[in-house]
């Protein structure tokens, strides 16, 4: 079991910048592929970002030139960089954890989730 708990959410006002961090229990995180996901209200979840095993990093269009996924293996912590934030990026940010992942952009292929932290980005 791998549990996974985010932080650094909040509120920002547009064009700020916010760094989630995703903290992991239970196993080593160096073992998992992690991926950010976010929902908004009456939306679908969205992917976000990706990050392999090796460091390999996959991006949602929307956030591609903004956000940045890194880990920290040692640490068992992965983040999420986001700049210039607009309103649209208001959400409820998901971390997961998985293994054996084939389309890095589907929540089905992650096996474990955090609770959410919330951004809210203002105009």
């Known amino acids: 079991q791998v549990q996974l708990v985010e932080s650094g959410g909040g509120s920002v006002q547009a064009g700020g910048s916010l760094r989630l961090s995703c903290a992991a229990s239970g196993r080593t995180l160096s073992n998992y592929a992690m991926g950010w996901f976010r929902q908004a209200p009456g939306k679908e979840r969205e992917f976000v970002a990706a990050i392999t095993r090796g460091g390999g990093t996959y991006y949602g269009d929307s956030v591609k030139g903004r956000f940045t996924i890194s880990r920290d293996n040692a640490k068992n912590t992965v983040y999420l960089q986001m700049n210039n934030l607009t309103p649209e990026d208001t959400a409820v940010y998901y971390c997961?954890?998985?293994?054996?992942?084939?389309?890095?952009?589907?929540?089905?292929?992650?096996?474990?989730w955090g609770q959410g932290t919330q951004v809210t980005v203002s105009s």
């Open positions: 997961a954890a998985g293994r054996g992942i084939y389309d890095y952009t589907r929540d089905s292929e992650y096996d474990y």
